[in-house]
């Protein structure tokens, strides 16, 4: 994973620096699978920023070893399409921690972390159901945006919870989040991704050996197969219900950590 990743500076695959009209976000490309990928983000020396770049290169290991399946097969199924990127951030935010001994950026560390799982999990799936709402009111005839905002603002405030104060206004921002228009549905692949990486993760601590084959397989598999056959090497079965009380564990274990510091 190293000697793929570092190519992606050595050979300056990454568009990095922030400049005036650059578009915001981060994203790794796959371009043509006989070509190799480009990664665009804006790199200002933030853990975050760190974070977001190991997330881009798993994109951008994974898109390089699946590249050999060819230009049908080697895109990701939608359920492990962000597998590599936060197990690529999990390594990173391991490695961060163990290495940082002053309690405060500790704690600074963990809470960035724990805001960004509830942000991929809860935020996310949040988005998955009103995109379910709208859809399944669509068959009977069109919506005004007003109905949209109406649908948005009763799932957001259901997510958010009392804590949060809605003001008058963000019943249209539904309408900043391109998934919805360019790649309907595809929100709950950072939802099943992060609890299936919190569960992947605690098999890669609990018995390393061979992990790491088992791993880059699943990603040079690319679309070639089902995703349920690709975790039966480690273990896993993404329809039992305790495979996901095993991913949402994790993110309990950081706040219960967070919370014991005070």
Request: aromatic fraction near 12%.
């Amino acid at each position: 994973m190293a000697s793929i990743a570092e190519r992606f500076f050595t050979d300056r695959w990454i568009d990095a620096p922030v400049r005036p009209g650059k578009a915001p976000g981060a994203f790794s490309h796959p371009t043509t699978p006989s070509a190799h990928p480009y990664v665009l983000m804006n790199y200002q020396g933030k853990p975050r920023d760190v974070m977001t770049l190991a997330h881009e290169l798993g994109h951008g290991v994974h898109q390089v070893l699946a590249a050999k399946q060819g230009a049908l097969m080697a895109p990701t199924p939608l359920t492990l399409a962000e597998t590599a990127s936060v197990f690529g951030e999990m390594l990173t935010f391991k490695r961060l921690l163990a290495q940082t001994t002053n309690a405060k950026q500790r704690q600074a560390l963990l809470a960035g972390k724990v805001e960004d799982m509830i942000n991929t999990v809860v935020r996310q799936i949040a988005f998955y159901s009103f995109e379910r709402a709208i859809h399944t009111e669509r068959r009977n005839g069109e919506l005004t945006a007003q109905r949209i905002g109406e649908i948005w603002l009763s799932v957001q405030s259901e997510s958010l919870g009392p804590a949060i104060e809605i003001k008058p206004g963000y019943e249209t921002y539904w309408m900043y989040i391109p998934h919805f228009i360019h790649s309907p549905f595809y929100v709950y692949a950072y939802a099943f991704g992060d609890c299936l990486v919190n569960s992947l993760y605690a098999v890669y601590e609990n018995a390393s050996d061979g992990f790491a084959e088992r791993y880059l397989a699943m990603l040079a598999a690319g679309g070639t197969k089902h995703y349920s056959e690709l975790l039966k090497p480690f273990g896993l079965d993404a329809k039992d219900p305790k495979f996901w009380d095993g991913g949402l564990s994790v993110i309990e274990a950081l706040i219960a950590e967070l919370e014991a510091m005070g």
